[in-house]
């Protein structure tokens, strides 16, 4: 059973270009939530999905970016217009319920550079 | 907004040593999960402790809840090199369905 799967590792774009994040949540799980984790500092919230529904969005910047999980495939993160502020690593989570009573298992992340 | 507050933010010891690590909260709690995170890698889960548990054991790692006092410790006996991470603690509040993380404990075992 293949744990949580984001790609790319590593991304580079350029000032203005659009980053996508994807995240292939566990086999089984349809809960998703995607994280952002600046330099030495711990991980803040930013979205919380289901099967093609947002739970919770209060995490996300009210522009550019975006998240949305299908019926099929993966789950993204879209950051539209990028500045040298979105540098960060990205983390995607799953779970198998609600974390009110499960465990969240997180992916490897992608890290973002904005040049 | 930070929920979990770790104590210390860093913490050195040698190999052998027993490391622990604290967070503090501020609202009512579903459970608290405390996470590893090695150096430009993902979190590993380590435990989830329930609002109605005190204390949960997994090898050489042991976990209390102190609902009271909205805090919990992280004990790992008989450190090694390779526990060398940062340590996060979630909090997932009631009626909220979100991990809320702290800034996390760096902790370094020296050999």
């Known amino acids: 059973n293949a744990g949580v799967m984001q790609n790319p590792r590593h991304l580079v774009r350029r000032r203005g270009q659009e980053a996508r994040l994807r995240c292939s949540p566990m086999?089984?799980?349809?809960?998703v939530y995607w994280y952002r984790q600046l330099p030495e500092e711990g991980l803040k919230f930013m979205v919380y999905l289901q099967k093609e529904n947002i739970i919770d969005e209060s995490g996300m910047p009210k522009e550019r970016f975006s998240a949305e999980f299908p019926k099929e495939g993966p789950s993204i993160l879209r950051i539209q217009q990028v500045v040298r502020g979105d540098s960060a690593a990205y983390f995607c989570?799953?779970?198998?319920?609600?974390?009110?009573?499960?465990?969240?298992?997180f992916g490897q992340g992608t890290r973002l550079t904005v040049v | 907004s930070q929920q979990g507050e770790e104590d210390p933010q860093a913490l050195s010891i040698q190999e052998g040593e027993n490391a622990t690590m604290n967070c503090s909260y501020k609202t009512s709690i579903n459970n608290l999960q405390w996470y590893r995170q090695n150096s430009g890698r993902g979190l590993v889960h380590l435990i989830l402790?329930?609002?109605?548990?005190r204390e949960k054991h997994s090898g050489r790692l042991r976990v209390t809840l102190d609902t009271s006092k909205k805090s919990s410790s992280l004990l790992i006996t008989a450190s090694r090199a390779a526990d060398t991470a940062s340590y996060f603690c979630a909090t997932v509040s009631q009626g909220a369905q979100k991990l809320v993380f702290g800034q996390g404990t760096r902790l370094t075992i020296n050999p």
């Open positions: 402790i329930r609002s109605n548990e």
């Open positions: 086999k089984g799980h349809s809960h």
């Open positions: 989570a799953s779970s198998g319920g609600i974390v009110e009573w499960t465990e969240a298992f």
